[in-house]
T-cell receptor, first 120, second 110 residues
């Protein structure tokens, strides 16, 4: 199956610093990628849709200035958590789907391995 | 009302048991449906897609009832390795956006 690689898998940072997380589609082009976060024992919550060559679409309640998304190429999307605080500590995970006939519909999503962020 | 809602769990069952998970979704325009499995601290992995005609993959059977907006997953002859959180996932058709249920934790005991 398709492979999505996410890096880093784990990061610990100090409050106030910024952290960049990369999501790469290794063997396919992903014009759209999705970013989720997951709190312990909770489900994945969609944060934003990353669109290659255009602005990301953020879900309600997600601060776009806090979570900067850049999708500069067909294989790479990045999420930067700016001025991180302890409450930003979470599991962040990206996904991408292979487009079928020009738009994504019935295909499964392929997930990156996730990034566990701890802000101290 | 949550867009995708699952049995709260956790389910604790002995090896060999049959266990059923239920899921409902609110958006009648939803277009495709999946069950994913997530192990602790790992990314979700696709278990199976769910089709209106129902589909089976070994010990796993998935059903979809579009009229009732209801999805189910049946696991027969549970194994210890089936212990995980099972996520009901709906593709709303909005550019591939997936909506996840809160997950149902399954623990299979010897």
């Amino acid at each position: 199956g398709a492979v999505v690689s996410q890096h880093p898998s784990r990061v610990i940072c100090k409050s106030g610093t910024s952290v960049k997380i990369e999501c790469r589609s290794l063997d396919f082009q992903a014009t759209t990628m999705f970013w989720y976060r997951q709190f312990p024992k909770k489900s994945l919550m969609l944060m934003a849709t990353s669109n290659e060559g255009s602005k990301a679409t953020y879900e309600q309640g997600v601060e776009k200035d806090k979570f900067l998304i850049n999708h500069a190429s067909l294989t790479l999307s990045t999420l930067t958590v700016t001025s991180a605080h302890p409450e930003d500590s979470s599991f962040y995970i990206c996904s991408a789907s292979i487009r079928d006939r020009g738009w994504v519909m019935n295909t499964e999503a392929f997930f990156g391995q996730g990034t566990r962020l701890t802000v101290v | 009302r949550k867009e995708v809602e699952q049995d709260p769990g956790p389910f604790n069952v002995p090896e060999g048991a049959t266990v059923a998970f239920n899921c409902t979704y609110s958006n009648s325009a939803s277009q495709s449906f999946f069950w994913y499995r997530q192990d602790c601290r790992k990314e979700p992995k696709l278990l199976m897609s769910v089709y209106s005609s129902g589909n089976e993959d070994g010990r796993f059977t998935a059903q979809l009832n579009r009229a009732s907006q209801y999805i189910s997953l049946l696991i027969r002859d549970s194994k210890l390795s089936d212990s995980a959180t099972y996520l009901c996932v709906v593709n709303t058709g909005q550019g591939g956006k997936l909506i996840f249920g809160q997950g149902t934790e399954l623990s299979v005991k010897p």
